[in-house]
């Protein structure tokens, strides 16, 4: 019987790490290559916490099994990345 512990650690835990992480080295890419604004987006709904710190915009919501991030560059070109 698979144990109620071990899936809610990778409901509740691993999973948000992950996707956070892997949204991460698109937006790092995105900054590496000198995109004028990288807006990094994670889960659908309700915004839980917003974050900004130069060209790289953080907003996580609330159903966060979903990622997508935006990438825009000097000649206002928006590129955008959506997990699913």
Same mark, same amino acid.
Do not use: C, W
């Given at each position: 019987?698979?144990?109620?512990?071990?899936?809610?650690?990778?409901?509740?835990?691993?999973?948000?790490?992950?996707?956070?992480?892997?949204?991460?080295?698109?937006?790092?890419?995105?900054?590496?290559?000198?995109?004028?604004?990288?807006?990094?987006?994670?889960? &659908?709904?309700? &915004?839980?916490?917003?974050?900004?710190?130069?060209?790289?915009?953080?907003?996580?919501?609330?159903?966060?099994?979903?990622?997508?991030?935006?990438?825009?560059?000097?000649?206002?070109?928006?590129?955008?990345?959506?997990?699913?």
């Amino acid at each position: 019987m698979v144990d109620i512990y071990l899936i809610t650690f990778l409901l509740f835990v691993a999973a948000p790490i992950s996707i956070f992480l892997h949204e991460l080295g698109h937006a790092l890419a995105g900054v590496i290559f000198k995109a004028e604004l990288v807006y990094l987006t994670i889960g &659908r709904g309700k &915004r839980v916490i917003e974050y900004s710190s130069g060209k790289l915009h953080f907003i996580i919501h609330a159903g966060y099994f979903m990622g997508d991030m935006q990438i825009v560059n000097e000649s206002h070109l928006l590129i955008v990345l959506k997990d699913s």
